[in-house]
């Protein structure tokens, strides 16, 4: 059994995810609840959100079945089925949360930390840090909220081989968490190719109906999309299938409340614009397909000497700042001053 986490101060944090199981009370017996599951839908939200053609694949499932199916998800959720007011859209979101960097400058253009209920990318060249940053939020998650964490879980899907569990017991010491309990708190799946990287999100999506997990990694989104799709022949089917995996992550970030952190390369390319390249004229990596769906994305750089530098691009909350870093022993902190 995984470590216990901090303990959380909101009791209602687990209530807005409904459990499949819920299906029953309005009709749909236990072996098409247990196909559902199988074919790794496990909240009621999945279902609802999910496209017929979908749910016409799995084995059994008929097209009366699935408007039966969908019908039942309807009831289980009335305000998902409707217009509601901008007041009930705020009340909904006060579960939102936002989980700190373990940097006071990181924290103040981010107005708290990286956001739930949305999905945040960083992405910069090599050194600039990316992953130690996902370490050090990997460690914050699971302190109390009082102390900008979120009291959770963590999972990271691993697409280059970099996560270090040698590490979180080193940024663990720094924040007064247990190195064994840090680590027995992390889920971590090494993808070896796209089509893993998306096929993960069904097995996350059981861990995720525990209520437990505050954060999910993805380290790094387009490594493996860019090496299994090559030339602009397969362009089109590599943007369909990020477009896709991006999608279900959004969805996930909102069913479950999680802060989805997404890592990004950058290439190339001196007649980039200047809202989506850095000033040595690279930018981000995916395209408008990525671009669309990161909430927040963060340009990383190289500074003086150890520094490293964040500047916001885009952001619906955060205006376009900057913040300074370096990385210590612990993880992500502010330079010393001077």
């Known amino acids: 059994m995984p470590a ?3 303990s959380s101060d909101d009791g209602e944090q687990e209530s807005f995810i409904v459990d499949i199981e819920q299906l029953r ?4 017996n236990a072996a098409d609840i247990t196909k559902l599951k199988t074919a790794s839908y496990h909240t009621v939200s999945a279902v609802h959100s999910a496209m017929n053609k979908n749910l016409l694949k799995i084995k059994g499932f008929s097209e009366i079945k699935v408007e039966k199916v969908k019908e039942a998800a309807a009831k289980c959720l009335p305000h998902a089925t409707k217009f509601i007011t901008a007041a009930e859209t705020l009340q909904l979101r006060k579960r939102c949360f936002r989980l700190s960097t373990g940097s006071k400058q990181w924290d103040g253009i981010l107005l708290g930390g990286f956001q739930s209920c949305s999905i945040s990318e960083v992405y910069g060249e090599f050194r600039c840090r990316k992953t130690q940053l996902a370490h050090t939020l990997s460690v914050v998650a699971q302190l109390p909220k009082d102390q900008g964490g979120a009291a ?4 990271w899907i691993d697409t280059e081989g970099t996560f270090r569990p ?3 017991v080193q940024i663990a010491e720094r924040f007064e968490i247990d190195p064994e309990q840090a680590n027995e708190n992390i889920i971590q799946m090494r993808a070896n ?3 893993t990287q998306a096929s993960c999100l069904g097995e996350l999506s059981e861990h995720f109906a525990t209520g437990e997990f505050r954060l999910l990694v993805v ?3 387009m490594a493996l999309f860019r090496t299994d799709y090559i030339g602009r022949g397969e362009l089109s089917e590599r943007q369909q299938k990020l477009g896709q995996f991006l999608s279900r992550l959004a969805k996930m970030a909102e069913e479950f409340n999680l802060v989805v952190f997404m890592t990004n390369q950058v290439q190339s390319d001196p007649g980039a614009s200047a809202l989506f390249a850095g000033a040595d004229g690279r930018k981000p990596v995916g395209g408008h397909v990525v671009a669309h769906a990161s909430t927040t994305r963060i340009l990383l ?3 003086r000497g150890d520094e490293r530098v964040a500047k916001i691009q885009d952001s619906p909350d955060c205006p376009e700042r900057e913040a300074t870093y370096i990385i210590t ?3 992500i902190a502010d330079p010393e001053k001077a």
């Open 4 to 6: 216990s986490v901090a």
């Open 25 to 28: 009370n309005h009709g749909i």
């Open 152 to 155: 959770g879980r963590v999972a």
């Open 166 to 168: 040698e590490r979180i």
């Open 193 to 195: 190719n796209s089509d």
């Open 219 to 221: 380290d790094s989104l």
């Open 301 to 303: 750089r190289k500074g």
């Open 329 to 331: 022993t612990g993880g």
